[in-house]
């Protein structure tokens, strides 16, 4: 049983371009909302996290943007860049446990 | 430098080994976990622990053990009752608490190939 489900699985941008991950989950204990970006061959890194009594979070190009009553969180990278092409999770908190999406991988196109 | 370490980098394995994989954290976080990735796919929890001399089952624990003995290590053992040991290993560690903001640090990872 998937606790976050993440969508879609692959995304291509035109540099410049808004790349758009989106999640859903169903455990409202989740308490906390981080997203990673992964690049091959190594561990994923924090990117931006939000807390479920805000609406959205801003830092730089990367933002979030949570719906609690659907549920739903998603992460947009304003002006993707080619560096920005790696995978990136969500994830949700439940205490001390983390639930991870499958991952959506990004190509930013030059 | 605080960080998480992981070693080694990639570990090959012979069928009916079974092998350690370290993970040593300065950063004085209370909890620590192993994840598994495979290609393509997301992170699978395998063990965690979030006080030293105890530790629990994840998603995916069979064919694996753990030892948290001091609150800076947490090794993982890949026993040769893993049918398929071949992935990307992740150990993480996070802060405890319900109240916390921090999220979990990962380390570099070791891949591990059954030859």
């Not at chain 1, 204990?29 to 996290?49: E, N, R």
């Not at chain 2, 605080?2 to 950063?27: A, D, H, M, W």
Request: aromatic share 14%; hydrophobic share 30%; net charge positive.
């Amino acid at each position: 049983q998937q606790q976050v489900k993440q969508s879609p699985q692959s995304l291509i941008v035109q540099k410049g371009g808004i790349s758009i991950i989106n999640c859903a989950y169903e455990n409202t204990a989740f308490d906390y909302f981080p997203w990673y970006q992964q690049f091959p061959g190594k561990g994923p890194a924090l990117l931006i996290a939000i807390r479920p009594d805000v609406s959205e979070k801003k830092e730089g190009r990367f933002t979030i943007s949570f719906n609690k009553s659907a549920k739903q969180f998603s992460l947009h990278i304003m002006d993707s860049q080619p560096g920005d092409s790696a995978t990136y999770f969500c994830a949700g908190r439940d205490f001390n446990k983390f639930y991870f999406g499958s991952g959506t991988k990004l190509n930013v196109k030059p | 430098d605080g960080g998480i370490t992981q070693s080694p980098k990639y570990l090959f394995r012979k069928e009916g080994q079974n092998v350690t994989l370290s993970c040593e954290q300065n950063l004085n976080h209370d909890a620590m976990y192993w994840y598994r990735q495979d290609p393509g796919q997301g992170l699978r929890l395998i063990y965690y622990s979030q006080i030293v001399n105890d530790f629990q089952k994840g998603d995916i624990a069979e064919g694996y053990s753990v030892s948290r003995e001091k609150k800076e290590s947490f090794p993982l053992t890949v026993t040769s009752a893993q049918k398929n040991p071949t992935a990307f290993y992740l150990c993480a560690s996070s802060p405890l608490g319900p109240s916390s903001t921090d999220t979990q640090y990962f380390g570099p990872g070791t891949r591990l190939t059954v030859l």
